[in-house]
């Protein structure tokens, strides 16, 4: 079986593709080393088509916070569109100044 260094270099060589057969990459890789080191996805096709994507748990839980950031994001578009009011850098700072201030 490949070390996971040596995979990644031939991936970054183009020795063997980024995506492959599942069985092929289960009959020559680690699958649990290769899917914990890389920040990258793991792209599992069937018959050609996109079928499952693998990934270690940190990239998981980061993409999970990635949506949450860009839900809040629009979240706080939508409220600009709708005329919700909009503060500059130093009215927020002077907001927190004065939240803290009384917290004190």
Do not use: N, W
């Not at 070390?3 to 680690?30: A, N, Q, T, W």
């Not at 993409?63 to 629009?74: F, Y």
């Amino acid at each position: 079986m490949a070390s996971l260094h040596s995979v990644l270099r031939m991936v970054e060589k183009g020795v063997i593709p980024d995506i492959e057969l599942f069985r092929e990459f289960l009959g020559r890789y680690d699958l649990f080393d290769f899917v914990c080191f890389p920040q990258e996805p793991i792209y599992i096709t069937k018959d050609g088509e996109g079928d499952l994507v693998l990934m270690s748990i940190d990239a998981f839980e980061r993409l999970q916070e990635l949506h949450k950031l860009r839900a809040r994001l629009d979240a706080a578009e939508q409220g600009f569109i709708a005329g919700a009011p909009t503060y500059t850098i130093e009215e927020s700072r002077k907001r927190l100044e004065r939240i803290y201030a009384s917290e004190a």
